[in-house]
C-alpha cells in the first residue's frame, strides 16, 4: 500500500508538470497585434445619465511593449480628474464601460482603463512579470497620462481589483497619485491566499471545515513541490509572484486609501483579510475599509459567492432609460454583461462618495 501510494503521488506531480509545461507556456504577442486596436476618439451619449463622454482605443508604451487601453473622459469639462484602473489576475481586464466608470464619468471623472500585455492585441506576456514590473506598466500608464493636457494630472485615483491590489501598493509613493481605491485586495502573500481560496471555495461547496483545510493544505504542498522546478525552468506564471508579500508596500501607504471587500467572496475571504489590513493601514489617517454585504469577489449581487455561480447572475440585455434602439453603441452597452448584473448595494456609493472627497 505505501509503494501505491508513493507511485500514485509521483503520478501525480508528473501530471501536473506536464501540465504546466504545456497548457501554461509562456507565449508573447506578436509586435504587430496591437495596430489594429488603436481607433479614432467618439462620442457617446450615455443612455442611463444622458451625458456624453468620448470613447477611444489607446496603447500605453511600457519598455518594449505596447499595452492596449481604453480612454474615457466626459465632454465638455477641462482637465478632468482622472480614475486609471489597473486589471487583476490572468486574462481578466475590467470592461471598459462598466457601471461603475460610465457613473464616474457622469460625475465629471476621466477613466484610463489599463490591460495586460499579452492580453487582447497587446504585446509581450504578463506571464513574465513580477508584480514590480507590472507596477511599472502602471507608471507608464501615469506617464502616459502626463503627456496629455487634457486631464488634471495632480488628480489621479488608481483603482485596482484582485490581484492588481498587490501592484497599486508598490507605486503609491508617486506624487502623481492623489488617492488609492483597492476592491478585494489580498492582505496575504500569494501562497496564502491560493490556499485561503481553496478552504473558502470547498466550505462553501459543502465540505466541512476539516476536510476544506485538509485539501487546501494538500494543495499547497503540491504547489510548493512545484515551484521548486522555477529556478530550472519558470514555466508558470506563479513563479514571478508565488511567494510575493503585499504587507511592506500596504504599511507604507500614506494617501487617501479606500478598501473595499464583500462579504460573499471566497476568494479574498473578508474574515482573513480586514482586520490585517485594518492593522496595516492603522498609520494611515485617510485610510478606511469597507464591507459589502452580499458582494462575490466582483461585488455583484450573490448566492453562494462561487465562480460557478457568475453566469447565471447575468441578466437580460440592459434596459437604459435614455436608450436609443438605433444607436450601436446603446445596443453594445445593452450587451455588456457587466451592465447586466446586479452591483452590490453599496459599491458604488462608496466609490463615487470616495472619488468626490479626494478629487471633486
Known amino acids: 500500500m505505501k509503494i501505491y501510494k508513493t507511485f500514485l503521488i509521483v503520478t501525480m506531480i508528473i501530471t501536473l508538470i506536464i501540465t504546466l509545461l504545456s497548457g501554461c507556456s509562456i507565449k508573447a504577442n506578436p509586435r504587430n497585434a496591437i495596430h489594429q486596436w488603436q481607433d479614432e476618439e467618439r462620442v457617446i451619449i450615455d443612455p442611463q445619465s444622458g451625458v456624453s463622454y468620448s470613447r477611444q482605443q489607446v496603447t500605453v508604451t511600457s519598455g518594449q511593449d505596447k499595452i492596449a487601453a481604453v480612454f474615457m473622459k466626459p465632454v465638455g469639462i477641462h482637465q478632468p480628474p482622472v480614475m486609471l484602473v489597473v486589471s487583476g489576475s490572468r486574462d481578466g481586464i475590467l470592461t471598459p464601460e462598466n457601471p461603475l ?7 465629471g471623472v476621466a477613466i484610463l482603463n489599463l490591460g495586460k500585455k499579452g492580453v487582447m492585441p497587446s504585446t509581450g506576456s504578463w506571464k513574465t512579470e513580477s508584480f514590480y514590473d507590472r507596477a511599472n506598466n502602471v507608471l507608464a500608464a501615469l506617464d502616459w497620462l502626463s503627456d496629455r493636457q487634457d486631464i488634471n494630472h495632480q488628480k489621479v485615483i488608481i483603482y485596482g481589483h484582485s490581484q492588481a491590489g ?3 501598493p508598490l507605486m503609491a509613493d508617486d506624487p502623481r497619485i492623489a488617492g488609492l481605491v483597492l476592491a ?7 501562497r496564502q491566499q491560493i490556499h485561503s481560496d481553496k478552504v473558502e471555495t470547498e466550505i462553501r461547496q459543502g465540505k466541512s471545515q476539516a476536510a476544506a483545510y485538509a485539501a487546501a493544505s494538500r494543495q499547497q504542498k503540491m504547489l510548493d513541490l512545484l515551484m521548486q522546478l522555477c529556478p530550472v525552468i519558470k514555466a508558470h506564471y506563479l513563479c514571478n509572484i508565488y511567494h510575493f508579500d503585499p ?3 500596504l504599511a507604507e501607504i500614506q494617501k487617501p486609501t479606500l478598501v473595499l471587500y464583500a462579504s460573499n467572496d471566497p476568494m479574498v475571504p473578508p474574515r482573513q483579510n480586514m482586520a490585517p489590513m ?3 493601514l492603522k498609520r494611515n489617517s485617510e485610510a478606511q475599509i469597507v464591507l459589502i454585504s452580499g458582494g462575490n469577489h466582483m461585488f455583484w449581487d450573490s448566492r453562494t459567492g462561487l465562480p460557478e455561480e457568475y ?3 447575468i441578466g437580460p440585455p440592459a434596459e437604459f432609460p435614455l436608450a436609443n434602439p438605433n444607436n450601436t453603441d446603446h445596443i453594445r452597452l445593452a450587451e455588456l454583461a457587466a ?3 446586479k452591483i452590490s448595494p453599496g459599491f458604488q456609493e462608496a466609490v463615487l462618495q470616495f472619488v468626490k472627497k479626494v478629487v471633486l
Open 311 to 313: 453566469m447565471s447572475l
Open 101 to 107: 466608470n460610465r457613473a464616474l464619468l457622469s460625475q
Open 184 to 190: 478585494a485586495a489580498p492582505v496575504e502573500s500569494v
Open 247 to 249: 504587507k511592506p508596500a
Open 339 to 341: 451592465n447586466r448584473v
Open 166 to 168: 498587490y501592484v497599486v
Open 278 to 280: 485594518a492593522e496595516l
